[in-house]
């Protein structure tokens, strides 16, 4: 079986693609945004890149840093079409199966080639893009054009299997499944409740992401509740790396700030899931976070807004973790997390209960059989 997969360039994509290392298919990665060198993480995949610019210029890094609107006005006229380049690599192709991860960024640029055609498409959704789809941009007769090609889809929670089919979708549903795939959990990693210091915030910013309003709210919390207590940020945006700098409290605090650019390997963030006492992340829209997930799974107690009521398919409020009920109130979430940081008890039950949970329903495991047969069942039910 062929496979051409078309995604940005995303931890979360590479952890599904390998899923698929030992199935002895071949697998294509489109990357839809010509992002950066390929990928080591999946090495084994026939990465399609480089199709983007006509001339690699000299100096064009340097223009592209000093120059910012020279450099737009050049890209103008050298860069390809993204359509014509996918259109290229599908007829060099000639894949069974077209599996398009995100709507806004993968979906929409393919949209006119593969309306061309009939290969089986597969979409995934991620995040906001059933959702939140028309704040991206996306009007509704774009989402309802693409949701009539879209032969496949797969949610990362039930509430966009909902949304989809109320706004149009009518083809077949293929489940429900993390981003990333699943689960692997390492049991030496996960600290005991009395191990844990440390209260882990993710620190997107970015009209989505509202980490702000967590810093806001920790400045607010009381000094003895935060005693010996360590706040790292990770994935910060610039602005959240300037509030730090900007606010006496908080920089007063023991606080390390991890900026989004420079990425932290999983394996080491959910190291950190695993001797922290508190995840807190906070956003106007989202599905369901796949950090959420791992931080569950490594018992950390999560604090977590609940755009949608999607996050509340797998939090019950005040039993395995807290839900911000108005991400833009940081009285709400500061008093989430003093609520936390004293009920020792009530963090207790819901490590036990939420690395259990994620073990019998998010194990990469088991759904990684569910998700080579999901592909076979595709392919053969279009031969």
């Given at each position: 079986m062929k496979i051409l997969m078309v995604a940005i360039p995303n931890h979360h994509f590479f952890q599904w693609v390998n899923q698929l290392k030992e199935t002895g298919h071949d697998v294509y990665w489109f990357d839809v945004t010509d992002g950066g060198s390929k990928s080591p993480k999946i090495k084994w995949v026939t990465q399609i890149k480089g199709w983007k610019l006509k001339w690699d210029f000299p100096l064009r890094s340097t223009i592209k840093k000093k120059f910012p609107k020279l450099y737009k006005s050049i890209q103008k006229v050298n860069e390809k079409d993204v359509s014509i380049a996918f259109k290229k690599a599908l007829d060099s192709i000639q894949p069974d199966i077209v599996h398009c991860f995100e709507m806004q960024l993968s979906g929409l640029p393919i949209l006119p080639i593969m309306e061309q055609n009939t290969i089986p498409l597969i979409y995934s959704s991620w995040g906001s893009d059933v959702f939140y789809f028309k704040q991206l941009g996306v009007s509704?007769?774009?989402?309802?054009?693409?949701?009539?090609?879209?032969?496949?889809?797969?949610?990362?929670?039930?509430?966009?299997?909902?949304?989809?089919?109320?706004?149009?979708?009518?083809?077949?549903?293929?489940?429900?499944?993390?981003?990333?795939?699943?689960?692997?959990?390492?049991?030496?990693?996960?600290?005991?409740?009395?191990?844990?210091?440390?209260?882990?915030?993710?620190?997107?910013?970015?009209?989505?992401g509202k980490a702000s309003k967590v810093l806001e709210a920790l400045t607010l919390v009381s000094a003895k509740s935060l005693k010996d207590k360590k706040i790292v940020v990770y994935s910060a945006d610039k602005a959240i790396i300037q509030q730090v700098k900007q606010s006496k409290v908080l920089s007063n605090l023991q606080i390390t700030v991890h900026p989004r650019q420079q990425f932290i390997q999983n394996k080491d963030l959910l190291t950190l899931m695993g001797k922290s006492c508190i995840h807190i992340a906070n956003s106007i829209s989202d599905g369901m976070p796949n950090a959420l997930l791992e931080a569950m799974s490594m018992g950390s107690f999560p604090i977590q807004s609940n755009p949608g009521q999607v996050t509340e398919e797998v939090i019950g409020h005040n039993k395995n973790g807290f839900l911000i009920s108005n991400p833009l109130d940081q009285k709400e979430i500061a008093l989430h997390i003093t609520n936390a940081l004293q009920n020792e008890s009530l963090r207790q039950q819901a490590q036990d209960f939420n690395v259990n949970f994620m073990k019998e329903h998010y194990n990469r495991t088991t759904l990684q059989t569910k998700i080579e047969a999901l592909y076979k069942t595709i392919y053969t039910k279009n031969l």
């Open positions: 509704t007769e774009q989402l309802q054009n693409f949701y009539k090609r879209a032969n496949y889809l797969i949610t990362d929670c039930k509430r966009d299997y909902q949304l989809a089919t109320k706004n149009g979708f009518k083809n077949q549903f293929s489940g429900v499944f993390p981003g990333n795939g699943g689960l692997t959990i390492d049991n030496s990693k996960i600290k005991t409740v009395a191990n844990r210091t440390i209260i882990l915030i993710k620190g997107y910013e970015d009209g989505v």
